[in-house]
C-alpha cells in the first residue's frame, strides 16, 4: 500500500514552520509595554492598563470596543501586481477606522491568513504590511492564524480577516446620540478608493477598458497597479488627538467611517431619530482616481456615491465652536478637512442639501 502524507496532501510541514519563523519579529515591532510575554503560549495576553504611574489610564468603566474586516477583492489585483506589501496596511484600516467611531482606543490586533500553499515569502510581506498597519494605528499585532487549504483555493490564492479590539471610558462612548440641530459636519480626506468596491474596480479597469496592470495612467502620473493597490488610510491618531484635547468637552458627537455603502449610508447609521444631516454635493475636493474610474466604466452618478467614499474616508458632527480647531488638527496630521453640512431638525437619514 503507499503510504500517504501530509505534502502529498498539499501541506508542507517544513515549510510551514519557516513560514511560521519569520513572524515573531514583525509582531513585536508592534508591542506596547501591556503585551504580556507568553513565549510559545496559544494566545496573546495584553494588560488593559499600564503598570507605569507615567502612562497609566486609570480606567473608571472601561467598555471593551471589537470589530472584524477583511480586504475583500482587492487581494485580486495584489496577486496581478504581485505586491502583498499594501493589502495588510488595508486589513489593519477596515477594522481600526471602525472602532475609532465609537471613540474607542485601538489596542491589539489579530489576523487571519488563509493560503492555497504555503509561501513564506508571500506570507512575510503580508503580514510586514499588517505590522505596519498596526504600528501607524498604535495597536499591538498580538497574535493571529495562518491556514493552509489546498482544497479550498486555487494555488497563489489567499485570504485575509483581521480583527481588532479597543477601549474607551463607558461615559465616552460616540454613538450618535449626542448629534443636535446646528451640529457640524467635517469630512475628512481619504487617500483614495481605500477597499471597497473592487468587484466594480477590477470589472471596469481590467474588463471593459481592458487595462493591464503596468499601464502608465498619464492623467494620475502612476501605473494601474499603483493606483488601485494605495492603502487605505487609518485614522487612529488623529481622531486619538481630537478626542484626548476635548476630553472633558462634549465636542464630537458622532464618528462614521465611510466604506462600501458611501457617504449617504453609512453616515445614516450614526444620526438618531428627529435629526437630518444635510450634506453639501461639491462642497470638498473629490480625488481625480474618481472621476477617472467613471469615465472608464461610464458608471452613473449615483452608483459611484452609492459604492465608493468619494474622497472622504471619515466623517465627524462636531459642535460648530470647535469645528475649525479640530480641522486644524487634522491638517497637522497632513489630513485635509472640509465643512461639508449640518444637522438639523426633520425625518431622519442623511440627505443631498
Not at 57 to 77: H, M
Not at 154 to 176: H, N, P, Q
Not at 222 to 230: A, K, P, R, T
Not at 317 to 326: E, F, G, H, L, T
Request: glycine residues 10%; hydrophobic residues 40%; contains cysteine.
Amino acid at each position: 500500500m503507499t503510504k500517504v502524507t501530509y505534502k502529498d496532501a498539499g501541506v508542507d510541514l517544513d515549510v510551514y514552520r519557516e513560514s511560521m519563523s519569520r513572524i515573531p519579529r514583525l509582531a513585536t515591532r508592534t508591542f506596547s509595554p501591556r503585551v504580556l510575554d507568553l513565549a510559545g503560549g496559544f494566545a496573546g495576553l495584553f494588560q488593559l492598563d499600564f503598570e507605569s504611574p507615567l502612562f497609566r489610564r486609570e480606567y473608571q468603566d472601561p467598555v471593551l470596543v471589537a470589530c472584524t474586516d477583511g480586504v475583500g477583492t482587492k487581494l485580486k489585483v495584489a496577486t496581478v501586481c504581485g505586491e502583498h506589501r499594501t493589502v495588510g496596511i488595508d486589513l489593519v484600516a477596515m477594522c481600526v477606522n471602525d472602532a475609532i467611531c465609537c471613540g474607542a482606543e485601538p489596542l491589539f490586533f489579530l489576523d487571519y491568513v488563509a493560503m492555497s500553499h504555503d509561501d513564506p515569502d508571500l506570507l512575510e510581506q503580508v503580514v510586514e504590511g499588517i505590522s505596519n498597519g498596526c504600528r501607524e494605528a498604535d495597536c499591538a499585532l498580538l497574535g493571529g492564524e495562518t491556514a493552509i487549504m489546498p482544497d479550498l483555493y486555487l494555488k497563489g490564492e489567499y485570504d485575509l480577516a483581521g480583527f481588532c479590539v479597543g477601549v474607551v471610558e463607558r461615559r465616552s462612548v460616540i454613538d450618535g446620540s449626542a448629534i443636535v440641530p446646528g451640529d457640524c459636519v467635517l469630512g475628512v480626506a481619504s487617500s483614495g478608493i481605500h477597499s471597497n468596491g473592487y468587484s466594480l474596480v477590477r470589472k471596469v479597469v481590467f474588463e471593459t477598458a481592458g487595462l493591464d496592470i503596468k499601464e502608465r495612467v498619464q492623467e494620475l502620473e502612476q501605473s494601474v497597479g499603483d493606483i488601485l493597490l494605495h492603502p487605505t488610510r487609518i485614522y487612529a491618531r488623529p481622531v486619538r488627538q481630537v478626542l484626548n484635547h476635548y476630553r472633558v468637552k462634549n465636542v464630537v458627537h458622532g464618528v462614521a467611517h465611510i466604506t462600501g455603502g458611501g457617504l449617504l449610508e453609512n453616515l445614516g447609521r450614526i444620526v438618531p431619530d428627529g435629526l437630518q444631516l444635510q450634506v453639501q454635493p461639491g462642497s470638498w475636493d473629490v480625488p481625480p482616481v474618481f472621476p477617472w474610474l467613471q469615465q472608464l466604466g461610464e458608471i452613473p452618478d449615483d452608483e459611484m456615491n452609492r459604492v465608493f467614499n468619494m474622497g472622504l474616508g471619515l466623517v465627524m458632527v462636531v459642535s460648530p465652536y470647535y469645528a475649525k480647531s479640530i480641522q486644524q488638527m487634522f491638517q497637522e496630521f497632513g489630513l485635509a478637512s472640509w465643512v461639508i453640512g449640518e444637522a438639523l431638525e426633520g425625518e431622519a437619514g442623511v440627505v443631498w442639501k
